[in-house]
């Protein structure tokens, strides 16, 4: 099966253990991850905020460009991106007059609907299918017997008319991810809340106390390993745990940050440095040996 | 949580009762007028939690719909979201929240007497505010990953990050506060994550550039 995939800027450099990771299951499930040729940024929540119009017609010549390639279905791992990808197509179907506004700014105008963009998470489980990951896991994988926690943050599932892809305030389908690896998911109270990550160079000391709350609340529930879909939220739960928990008093202790792609990696036997594991801030490794012994 | 202060007396003689129809013609402020007071947002909000910060989503509509145009634009609580749509979701009227504020920064820094505001309408000259320092360097931040897209049509994270920190709160002192970020760049540095060269794709940047270009003059 071939979809389109948008990547992003942060996925190339920032979080490329996160990208390669995406690209190794993606090749195990059958997937072909088809990148979009010439991209740009999709200008995230700061263009939108200096200039609304610009904002959305950047993210027009996106998905133009996607409909030119003759790709249906559009599917973007970081989740800032696909909220801009399916907001803009959301509102543009929902008013054409915004519509026109937008494509006059363009060279080759994007029809409304004509590309179904979505985050890599609903691929996973409205084209593939548990039942397809599933067969894929091989028993005894490092993660097995291992407690985790899935942290969603807010563009996975916010704002939930327009995204439509969980129910907002208690997704599972990350936890359903963690538990067929063999790993226990726990039930964790803070998994929408946000870490704040947006303002992380403006405003630190809020966004040490938002993620703080959120690694000690992982902590106490008895969390040996947090799993994100968010390479922002990787960034301040994993770039910046040491301050965070110092924040919010927290004690002296480290925990684990990986992405969704690496625990299903992890689940089908791929080996440590294809997923980029040797990148994460605070090493895994010792969660990972612990099961081998 | 901040406690709203019940000594201050509203002088609705100097109000602007314009003021929430200013908001409701910017884009994402369409939605203000529904608002009926429930506080859902303000629950739900993860910033209104964190000690010491003065973000109250219900208390800033109130303070729209009644046309306190100064104290709203130059608070420093419009520029302390940091946009989750948590109250987006939760609003029974579907006020829109996250985006209301957006439109309440566009409006701000529109009005200061700041020369910040690239890409985008001109100021209004009469009717100034001051903007606040919060809000300098918020604006600031998205100027210059706006920048950034214009100058290369992806974000370089080296080059505007490194001039937000250099620049971003005034040039010698300010760049001090990237000594706070130390450990995160040092981690990235040896996990090699940084980009040493501009994301090079000169079609994408001159239609990119294109687009800003037509938004601007359409703005005007």
């Not at chain 1, 942060?10 to 991850?33: F, N, P, Q, T």
């Not at chain 1, 593939?128 to 291992?146: A, D, H, S």
């Not at chain 1, 799993?227 to 110092?246: E, N, P, Y």
């Not at chain 2, 608070?75 to 579907?94: L, Y």
Request: contains cysteine; aromatic residues 8%.
């Amino acid at each position: 099966m071939k979809i389109g995939y948008y990547p992003g800027c942060s996925l190339h450099k920032l979080a490329k253990e996160y990208d390669r990771s995406v690209h190794k299951v993606a090749e195990k499930l059958g997937l072909e991850l088809e990148e979009l040729k010439d991209w740009n940024c999709c200008g995230a929540m700061e263009v939108i905020s200096v200039n609304p119009l610009a904002g959305k017609g950047i993210v027009a010549r996106n998905l133009a460009i996607a409909e030119k390639q003759n790709i249906k279905l559009l599917a973007a791992v970081c989740p800032a991106c696909s909220f801009q990808l399916i907001s803009t197509n959301y509102k543009m179907a929902q008013n054409k007059i915004h519509a026109d506004e937008i494509n006059a700014l363009l060279d080759d105008p994007y029809t409304p609907n004509s590309v179904k963009s979505m985050h890599f998470l609903q691929v996973l489980r409205d084209e593939i299918g548990i039942e397809k990951i599933q067969e894929k896991i091989v028993p005894g994988n490092p993660l097995e017997g291992k407690k985790g926690v899935a942290y969603y943050g807010c563009f996975c599932t916010r704002p939930g008319d327009i995204i439509q892809f969980e129910d907002p305030d208690n997704p599972t389908f990350m936890d359903e991810l963690i538990d067929i690896v063999g790993a226990k998911s726990l039930y964790f109270p803070m998994k929408t809340k946000c870490c704040g990550a947006t303002q992380l160079l403006v405003a630190k000391p809020t966004v040490e106390t938002l993620t703080g709350n959120i690694i000690v609340n992982a902590r106490d529930v008895g969390a040996e390993f947090i799993v994100v879909a968010c390479q922002m939220c990787a960034l301040a739960i994993d770039g910046q745990q040491k301050q965070s928990i110092k924040r919010v008093k927290g004690g002296k202790f480290k925990i684990p940050v990986l992405y969704i792609s690496q625990v299903l990696g992890l689940g089908m036997g791929l080996d440590y440095k294809s997923l980029g594991l040797n990148s994460n801030y605070v090493s895994p490794k010792k969660l990972l040996q612990k099961a081998k012994t | 949580m901040n406690t709203v202060s019940m000594d201050k007396i509203i002088d609705l003689n100097a109000s602007d009762p314009n003021f929430k129809n200013e908001v409701v013609t910017e884009p994402g402020g369409q939605h203000l007028k529904n608002c009926f007071q429930c506080s859902s947002c303000t629950l739900t909000c993860p910033v209104a939690e964190v000690p010491g910060l003065e973000l109250n989503p219900r208390k800033i509509i109130r303070e729209v719909l009644l046309g306190l145009r100064k104290e709203v634009l130059e608070s420093k609580a419009i520029w302390q979201c940091v946009g989750c749509f948590e109250c987006t979701d939760r609003c029974p009227q579907k006020v829109r929240f996250t985006e209301v504020i957006e439109a309440l920064r566009r409006i701000s820094v529109r009005s200061s007497d700041k020369k910040l505001y690239i890409f985008s309408k001109e100021k209004d000259k009469n009717r100034r505010i001051k903007l606040s320092k919060e809000g300098k360097r918020k604006h600031s931040f998205d100027k210059r990953f706006t920048e950034s897209i214009w100058l290369w049509g992806r974000t370089w994270e080296p080059e505007y990050i490194g001039r937000y920190l250099m620049f971003g709160r005034g040039f010698p002192f300010g760049a001090l506060i990237g000594f706070r970020y130390i450990s995160m760049i040092l981690g990235m540095i040896t996990k090699f994550k940084i980009e040493f060269f501009p994301p090079w794709v000169s079609p994408a940047r001159r239609e990119v550039r294109k687009i800003f270009k037509r938004a601007k003059s359409k703005n005007k």
